[in-house]
């Protein structure tokens, strides 16, 4: 999330800001930067401070990158941002570049071979460098940020304390999580790992914070020994009395400034990087220091992403809890809309309001997704007072949100018909599509060892049948509350294949969008789980347990489409929403859920 009171670009400064950086390129001497959407952590979302590409492009998204060169300038986005970033950013300034179909190594090649290229080693992690490495340019690590030096107003970094994650959420005792972890180093023979991920070091140590917006987070870095001490690089200043002794004499706190004289004391030692999700800054330290980097997986992702049995029953809870709020909202829109004079913001606001009733509620797990008529068809859309609609009649309406409780991380989407009419046929029979690959994958059984690429074509097939397509990816893991966008797992073609294991919890979500005119997405979280009551099993298979409790909506499915055990699915999954939920209403929320469980028929 960008704060847009800061800075904000506009039509007059768009361009001015480009010429500046451009002028900063020519005295540090190179041609040419990239400016990623990211900070020194990594991580999908950003403080302020760390919003370079928002400020210097006025593309918003959460996923970006920019390629400035001396006399063209492109911006990358994938799929999901290709209207936000036509309307946010200056068409005579930035040609806009698909991240997926055409990547950034493939324009380099073509725009600047033999060029030399800066880049923020902060900002990039080894293993993108290197595959940009083969576009024939040189890539030049920067000593400063060159958009740093010309953004004269640039906002401070978070200052706001760290706080302890208890047990009764956390399930494990950061000292077990640290001792695994080392164990794990000492096998492979390496002295310590570089943890610079921050939701790493926040699982690590059953910590959280609030230097983000929507994520739970301490910006923080860490280096893991292989006796199970921690260096943690935090400003002192934000860890009071009970953090202190909740991280216990095991872990030192250290300013950040110490991180290099840390790193120099490793000196001839093996020291593990995670290349994906670590900084290409921390393997030329390491060099310099003269330890020696070695490739290799944080040790605390996977075990972060196979959440423990009190993580999963919080799971289950938080999502008991988020299940209550959705569905008297839903009931609330179906009487107010259509002519209830309500918008997309002060839906998406009601829907917060009920949220915070809840036990443990935090906040929001990301700015709500809140579409109306064609805004639903931009993926990722956000409504501002200037592009606020009404809800009006006759439309779908699709709605993106999720919560962070303490013992929860949700996200859950629902497209709806407003009425009072019917809905068109084609649309009904595009959400119609779009469910049946919904219900293929939260019914799949599948053996242990099946990686989430194997899985996403299950759930474009009844829309692949039809000549349809959704440019996004299926499914993304979910943190616990932490970020509600969380690796190593995922369901998409472009997804690394990590297999499927138990623990995990991912999301479910098909769509469909016409531009101009509508968007479909449906999603519930899954919780993968060992399959059981299965006969004659000779290898382990694994099934989904959904998470997510809320009606589908029964307007605009065509039952006539569905198979019979697809139907048979619908009918299950909304009793079991009603038995699960309908106790917990009010009496007029509670009638509205049974009718809109009803059986398909």
């Known amino acids: 999330m960008i704060d847009r009171t800061l800075s904000p670009q506009t039509p007059a400064t768009a361009g001015a800001r480009l010429a500046a950086l451009r002028v900063e390129l020519a005295r540090l001497g190179v041609d040419g930067v990239l400016v990623p959407r990211a900070d020194a952590f990594l991580g999908e979302y950003v403080p302020p401070s760390a919003e370079r590409l928002a400020w210097l492009t006025g ?4 996923a970006g990158l920019a390629l400035v060169l001396r006399d063209r300038a492109f911006l990358f986005i994938d799929g999901r941002y290709t209207t936000q970033a036509a309307a946010e950013t200056d068409g005579a300034l930035w040609q806009h570049r698909h991240l997926i179909e055409q990547p950034p190594a493939s324009v380099l090649r073509a725009e600047a071979r033999g060029q030399r290229i ?13 595959r940009l490495a083969e576009s024939g340019v040189a890539l030049v690590p920067l000593a400063t940020n060159p958009v ?21 959420f956390a399930g494990q005792e950061a000292a077990a999580k640290r001792e695994a972890a080392a164990a794990a180093l000492r096998q492979a023979e390496q002295s310590a790992v570089v943890l610079a991920d921050a939701h790493s070091v926040a699982w690590l140590l059953n910590i959280r914070g609030r230097d983000l917006g929507f994520t739970p987070l301490a910006l923080a870095v860490a280096v893991l020994h292989a006796d199970a001490r921690v260096d943690l690089f935090l400003d002192p200043a934000r860890a009071d009395t009970a953090l202190r002794a909740h991280l216990g004499n095991a872990v030192s706190l250290l300013p950040p400034a110490e991180l290099s004289p840390v790193l120099r004391g490793l000196a001839g030692s093996r020291v593990r990087l995670d290349p994906e999700v670590t900084p290409a800054w921390f393997g030329q330290a390491l060099r310099d220091a003269g330890a020696e980097p070695v490739a290799g997986e944080d040790p605390c992702r996977m075990p972060r992403a196979c959440k423990n049995v009190v993580e999963q029953a919080g799971a289950r809870a938080a999502h008991g809890r988020d299940a209550v709020a959705l569905c008297r909202f839903l009931a609330w829109l179906a009487k107010v809309a259509p002519g209830g004079g309500e918008t997309e913001i002060s839906a998406a606001a009601r829907l ?18 809140s579409g109306a008529g064609p805004h639903g068809a931009i993926i990722h859309y956000r409504a501002t007072e200037a592009t606020d609609r009404a809800i009006g009649p006759d439309e779908a309406y699709l709605i993106d949100s999720g919560a962070q409780y303490r013992d929860g991380t949700t996200d859950v989407t629902r497209t709806l ?11 009904a029979r595009r959400y119609t599509r779009v469910l049946q690959g919904h219900l293929a994958l939260s019914a799949l059984r599948f053996p242990a060892g099946i990686a989430g690429p194997h899985l996403d074509s299950l759930a474009r097939q009844a829309l692949w049948a039809e000549g349809l397509d959704y440019d996004h990816g299926t499914g993304h893991g979910i943190g616990s509350f932490l970020s509600v966008h969380e690796g190593p797992a995922g369901i998409s073609r472009t997804a690394r294949p990590v297999p499927l294991q138990p623990g995990m919890i991912l999301s479910n979500e098909p769509g469909y969008y016409l531009p101009g005119a509508y968007g479909i997405r449906i999603e519930n979280l899954l919780l993968v789980r060992p399959a059981a009551g299965l006969q004659d099993q000779v290898k382990p298979f694994l099934d989904f347990e959904t998470l997510t409790l809320a009606p589908y909506d029964r307007r605009l499915v065509v039952p006539g489409l569905l198979a019979p055990a697809e139907r048979v ?20 929320e509670r009638d509205w859920l049974a009718e809109a469980c009803a059986p398909l028929g």
């Open 417 to 427: 018909w407003t009425g009072p009419g019917s809905p068109p046929a084609a649309l």
């Open 569 to 588: 699915q619908v009918d299950a999954y909304h009793a079991r929403v009603l038995a699960m939920v309908g106790p917990l209403l009010p009496q007029a």
């Open 148 to 168: 740093d030096a010309v953004w004269l107003d640039r906002p401070a970094p978070p200052t706001a304390p760290a706080e302890p994650h208890p047990m009764a």
């Open 352 to 369: 917060l309001a009920l949220r915070a009733e809840g036990p443990h509620f935090v906040g929001e797990s990301f700015p709500a997704i």
């Open 59 to 62: 593309f918003t998204g959460s």
């Open 118 to 130: 800066g880049y923020d080693p902060w900002l990039h992690p080894q293993a993108a460098l290197e």
